[in-house]
């Protein structure tokens, strides 16, 4: 079988894994596509965690793990669970909304797929070939042998207790096509790298479509979708920049930054609505169990999603209503801590962390700062757009749903300290750790501040065309969210029902 | 006007960064990277063709007695499938990478020896066969 063929046979099946889920949980929305083949590669993560645990046959526990999840989201949709509808009444307003994520959607499809042309030069990466895509073939082997591979100190390689997520789906990949290579690994990973960044450029895209339908429901104006259109294509051709080239040679950290970006978009930034909560969960979900840094970002994403859930909640009903999100978070923690804890139990190799003496911490920080700091200049200019619009804009930014812009920075300086934490206290010499790694370990930072300098042009989009907009605004309704999360739009300070909007008419 | 400034200075510099991104991008496609792409790949076909020689199915193998480099270059190239022994003196073949200059039937001067346990008992020290790759290495590092 021909890698291209085996290629598209194994995320078809990682899809079709994916698929009953994402759909029960998303609905019927452009950023379920992508999604179908992320659900997949977490369900083969479980399926690595479950056969690392208990044994048995990696390809039967993904199978009866896609099978499970496939049977409790068909008894949730039958139990009257259905994903919210986020699309505005009236004719206008639903054929410009449709034009828009279609057009949307294709756009961000096609830049995507012009990302992956590195993918023509069959490049595997150092820790591609040692780690991520050679540990798939552990997974396949018998339970004892596993654990061997596993705890085996003459074999060397610390890295061995990462996060199982790119391994198992390449796992899946050689379990279901019989061809074992490392190009076939690589192709998958890339895919699914591609996905990931998909889903967080649809973010961009609702932003700017669902900013237009609550600013002037009746008739959105063009122009602050068009913006979130013409950003989204734009964030896909940076984060492949910024991503390469490790996008198209197997490692995972693209795969955790994007979803990572992915999460922070829909669950920080998005307007409220089907199908934010859900997305933010899976991608939350492949961020954390996709990498170490992954699950540090990831577990304060859940945090900061969930915190920012329960703040915008009515203050009377706050401890009932605020079970949901809490209980979603609680469970989205469990299932990322599930590997690390795993990993401790059974002593695997590279769980044990040591750190360097504090008296060294002074240089540490300073060699970390100076060789993050070319590749963090994205900041220079997201941070005096970001002052400008809060300044100037936060009002339209409020109107037009999407959440505070503190949040994402919020969940960036996550990234910054988990990264830079993990580097001062570290006990590897941090010159040569720096140099090879610096260009990887950023990506999400410098990702996060890209999105968050897109969500501004959204904003200021917006702002530019909402004076004409005030005038015969009606409110749009706040749909409840799928995955439970709760409307997280700060009600108005004025004494307007969240979602109103301006010069809205009783 | 002020939304318009910050959406035009936002896009634009949006703009800018993605036509760099393009052209790094493009990079990946270059003949020097594809070149140094295809030979890290044979090289590592190579060692695998020439373990595979060595290995006979189901028996247990140790990876470079003890030799750092040697164990990450045979992980690299066989550590998804070899049935690795615990403890590794256990093993019925030990593999160890010896390199010298480049020569017939080795992988850029490099093949994979076999230390083999006969079901008799006896030690036999034999080299792998099976595919070769001309050319002095080690290939070219791929970015860490």
């Known amino acids: 079988m021909s890698t291209p063929l085996a ?13 009953v889920p994402v759909a029960a949980a ?29 044994g048995g046959p990696f390809l039967a526990w993904f199978a009866g793990l896609a099978v499970v999840a496939a049977a409790c989201a068909l008894w949730w949709r039958r139990s009257g669970h259905r994903p919210g509808r986020t699309r505005p009444d009236g004719r206008t307003a639903a054929a410009r909304w449709r034009v828009t994520g279609a057009v949307g959607a294709v756009a961000v499809a ?9 993918l023509s030069t069959p490049t595997v990466g150092f820790d591609a070939r040692a780690l991520w895509i050679m540990r798939a073939g552990w997974f396949l082997h018998d339970h004892h042998q596993l654990l061997v591979d596993l705890r085996l100190r003459q074999l060397v390689l610390t890295q061995s207790a990462y996060p199982p997520l790119v391994s198992a789906a390449t796992a899946v990949a050689w379990g279901v096509t019989g061809v074992h290579t490392a190009r076939l690994g690589v192709v998958v990973v890339a895919v699914l790298n591609a996905c990931a960044l998909a889903a967080a450029a649809l973010a961009v895209v ?60 829909w669950g920080l930034q998005v307007p409220t609505g089907s199908p934010t909560g859900a997305a933010t969960a899976l991608l939350v ?12 970002i990831a577990a304060a994403l859940v945090v900061l999603v969930a915190v920012r859930s329960v703040a915008a909640l009515p203050t009377g009903d706050r401890r009932r209503r605020a079970r949901l999100p809490l209980g979603v978070a609680a469970g989205e923690l469990a299932v990322i801590g599930a590997w690390p804890v795993l990993m401790r139990i059974v002593g695997a190799r590279g769980v044990a962390s040591s750190f360097s003496s504090p008296s060294g911490f002074a240089s540490r920080a300073r060699a970390t700062v100076d060789g993050m700091a ?83 042009g959204v904003v200021g989009a917006a702002a530019a065309v909402e004076r004409t907009g005030r005038r015969g605004a009606v409110p749009v309704p706040v749909p409840p969210d799928a995955a439970g999360h709760a409307p997280t739009v700060p009600p108005p300070t004025d004494g307007r029902a969240p979602g109103d909007v301006v010069g809205a008419r009783p | 006007m002020v939304g318009a400034v910050l959406a035009a200075v936002a896009l634009a510099a949006l703009g800018v960064q993605a036509a760099r991104g393009t052209a790094v991008v493009s990079g990946q496609s270059a003949p020097s990277v ?53 403890p590794p003196a256990s093993a019925d073949v030990t593999l160890t990478l010896r390199s010298g200059p ?29 595919a070769a790759v001309p050319g002095q290495g080690p290939p070219p590092a791929p970015p860490l």
Do not use: M
């Open chain 1, 110 to 118: 096609a830049a995507c797929a012009l990302s992956l042309r590195g």
């Open chain 1, 7 to 19: 290629a598209a046979c194994a995320l078809a099946v990682l899809a079709a894994a994916g698929l």
């Open chain 1, 285 to 296: 979900l492949v961020a954390g169990l996709s990498k170490d840094e992954g699950v540090v």
């Open chain 2, 34 to 86: 594809e070149r140094q792409a295809r030979l890290d790949d044979a090289f590592y076909a190579c060692l695998d063709t020439q373990a595979r020689s060595l290995v006979a199915p189901g028996r247990t193998v140790a990876l470079g007695a003890g030799d750092l480099a040697d164990v990450v270059t045979l992980l690299k190239a066989v550590g998804s499938w070899v049935t690795v022994a615990d």
């Open chain 1, 206 to 265: 609702e932003c700017g479509r669902r900013g237009a339908a609550r600013l002037r429901p009746g008739r959105p104006p063009w122009v602050p979708a068009v913006a979130g259109l013409l950003a989204a294509v734009l964030v896909v051709l940076v984060a492949a920049g910024v991503t390469t080239p490790f996008l198209t040679n197997g490692y995972a950290d693209p795969l955790w930054s994007l979803a990572a970006v992915g999460a922070l978009s």
């Open chain 1, 374 to 456: 070319p590749y963090l200049h994205v900041l220079v200019l997201a941070v005096p757009l970001a002052v400008v619009g809060g300044l100037l804009l936060a009002g339209t930014r409020r109107r037009a749903g999407l959440g505070h812009d503190g949040w994402a920075w919020a969940a960036l300086a996550a990234g910054l300290v988990a990264v830079g934490g993990a580097l001062v206290t570290g006990t590897g010499a941090i010159g040569p750790w720096i140099l090879s790694t610096v260009h990887r370990v950023t990506e999400f930072p410098v990702l996060a501040a890209w999105w968050i300098v897109a969500a501004w």
């Open chain 2, 102 to 130: 480049a020569a017939p039937g080795t992988c850029l001067g490099t093949v994979v020896v076999g230390r083999v346990k006969e079901p008799s008992g006896r030690v036999t020290v034999r080299v792998g066969t099976g």
């Open chain 1, 26 to 54: 998303v609905g019927r929305h452009w950023v379920a596509v992508p999604l179908a083949p992320l659900g997949g590669a977490v369900v083969a993560a479980g399926a690595a965690t479950a056969t690392v645990a208990l």
